[in-house]
């Protein structure tokens, strides 16, 4: 994802010459071809993130299109005041690419976990946020987004992730996109548990007979609330899934808007739980201890079901 994720930018710099990227010293074997084609406009500003947000402030105030590349705890967390103040305040044409969505990094612990990402960005006016599942969403995300001028945040997945989308979509922002129809349950899922949630709906439709409409939820913010409502209606309840806290993501912005229309459904919200992670080890063992795979996801539901 992320290596289609930067050549579809590269696409739009070499059309664009008032586009620039910049990094946090970051991106070795992946941005070289954007640092040799683009000497002027490509600036390793080094380990200062917050400096970095600054500097694509600026040059978005003066009228320039502006990418923005590090590891998500890095670019978001780290920086969140100048996202806040420079970038959303003002409502500027700032793409920050976060590298490492959930568990991707899970051999470095915790600290470069991202399970708050969509909680801390989901708050702030301006921002939109793109979560794409698979290769195909992430380059018509990158293209769509060519024409976009406001601030916006991608949540990139580092690995081969599995092919959701089999062709191309008329893509937008805001509307999610349905990848399969059933009758009991609908599932509503951002980023790359697609595969596993998937998964899921089969063993669930294998063992009990129940069957599942999944959609992928591409953008948290703003969410495809005429989608939600409509797909929520007749089901036995709406499952969210995310790798990400269940605080302040997906989960909770589903349940906003199940809670505002009183709908009279449960929604079960699948993610991790608000506690710090202290197990290290590959992104599909930890999807796997936290009940995150398909196992997992089918054994939650269930529960809550009974």
Do not use: W
């Not at 990227?21 to 406009?41: A, Q, V």
């Not at 600036?43 to 502006?66: F, P, R, T, Y």
């Not at 599942?212 to 703003?222: L, V």
């Amino acid at each position: 994802m992320r290596n289609a994720i930067i050549d579809e930018v590269y696409g739009i710099m070499k059309k664009n010459k008032d586009s620039y990227f910049l990094t946090g010293d970051l991106g070795y074997n992946t941005l070289e071809k954007i640092e040799k084609d683009f000497p002027g406009r490509f600036i390793n500003v080094g380990i200062a993130e917050q400096n970095m947000i600054g500097i694509a402030s600026g040059l978005a105030l003066s009228g320039k299109k502006v990418f923005v590349y590090s590891i998500i705890p890095f670019l978001i967390m780290r920086c969140f005041e100048q996202i806040r103040n420079d970038v959303c305040y003002h409502d500027l044409d700032v793409t920050l690419l976060g590298s490492g969505s959930g568990l991707t990094y899970g051999i470095l612990g915790s600290t470069h976990f991202a399970l708050e990402d969509l909680a801390i960005l989901r708050s702030l006016p301006n921002m939109t946020i793109f979560s794409p599942a698979d290769e195909m969403d992430a380059k018509l995300g990158i293209k769509f987004s060519e024409n976009f001028h406001h601030p916006l945040y991608v949540r990139i997945g580092l690995r081969e992730e599995a092919k959701i989308h089999q062709h191309p979509y008329d893509f937008k922002f805001g509307k999610g996109v349905v990848i399969q129809k059933g009758k009991d349950l609908v599932f509503f899922v951002t980023g790359t548990l697609m595969e596993e949630a998937i998964k899921a709906s089969k063993i669930i439709e294998e063992e009990k007979g129940l069957t599942s409409t999944i959609i992928d939820i591409h953008t948290i913010k703003p969410l495809d609330k005429e989608l939600i409502l409509k797909e929520i209606q007749g089901k036995k309840a709406a499952i969210t899934v995310e790798e990400h806290g269940k605080i302040g993501g997906l989960g909770s912005a589903v349940s906003e808007i199940v809670s505002e229309f009183c709908l009279g459904i449960k929604v079960i919200r699948i993610g991790t739980d608000d506690k710090f992670i202290k197990t290290i080890g590959t992104r599909s063992f930890l999807r796997k201890y936290l009940q995150l795979d398909s196992q997992g996801i089918k054994k939650r539901i269930m529960d809550f079901l009974k």
